[in-house]
């Protein structure tokens, strides 16, 4: 089984920008990963902020975007705010006979 | 809107089976992987496995021998069975919408505590 890996804590200043990211044992995350980002504050149900590497849903502040950079998945928040204190996590899809692996997890502190 | 409920015992005894169903509103079940992901008390949240609308299914190879999802397209329900479970069973249990295409939707979540 893959392992999914992913900063276990970042910190970000208030208006600042932050980039979290998710690799893969197997080589590079590529769009046919299908990389998911999950925000799950305490205490509630996590909640999908991105899909297939980069798309948003309604309810995703335009202040997060998803894209590939250097083999890996990533979260850009652009301008944090203090309700974005958070663990991210990422999940990817693999193909053929490999399950899919869900990230351990970044927790965000915005401080 | 696609909405999951997920719905079943709150409390299970050790070395029981643990069953849940996940009725899906607001879309068929039909051309997407609907998976099951659970969170133990203060954990991270782990991916159990995926059962797609053809019958499908893949596991967590740590979890592989003890758990079955399944699917009735005809209720438009999806189901978790985890056999012989023990207390690191106990957890927030959630039915997704997740893979290629899928947005990634979220049920409510259920706990379930293993206990005698």
């Known amino acids: 089984q893959a392992v999914v890996t992913q900063e276990p804590s970042l910190t970000v200043s208030p208006g600042g920008t932050v980039t979290l990211t998710c690799g893969s044992s197997t080589g590079a995350v590529t769009s046919g990963h299908y990389p998911y980002w999950f925000q799950q504050k305490p205490g509630q149900v996590p909640r999908t902020l991105i899909y297939d590497t980069s798309n948003k849903h309604s309810w995703t502040p335009a202040r997060f975007s998803g894209s590939l950079l250097g083999g890996k998945a990533a979260l850009t928040l652009s301008g944090a705010l203090p309700e974005d204190e958070a663990d991210y996590y990422c999940f990817l899809s693999f193909g053929g006979a490999r399950p899919w692996v869900l990230g351990g997890g970044t927790k965000l502190t915005v401080l | 809107q696609v909405q999951l409920q997920e719905s079943g015992p709150g409390l299970v005894k050790p070395s029981e089976t643990l069953s849940l169903t996940c009725t899906v509103s607001?879309?068929?079940?039909?051309?997407?992987?609907w998976s099951w992901i659970r969170q133990p008390p203060g954990k991270g949240l782990e991916w159990m496995g995926y059962?797609?609308?053809?019958?499908?299914?893949d596991y967590n190879p740590s979890l592989r021998s003890r758990v079955s999802i399944s699917a009735d397209t005809s209720k438009n329900q999806i189901f978790l069975k985890v056999t012989s479970v023990t207390a690191a069973d106990t957890a927030v249990y959630y039915c997704?919408?997740?893979?290629?295409?899928?947005?990634?939707?979220w049920g409510q979540g259920t706990l379930v505590t293993v206990s005698s």
């Open positions: 059962v797609h609308y053809s019958g499908t299914t």
């Open positions: 607001g879309a068929s079940i039909s051309g997407y992987y």
């Open positions: 997704t919408r997740t893979g290629g295409g899928s947005g990634g939707y």
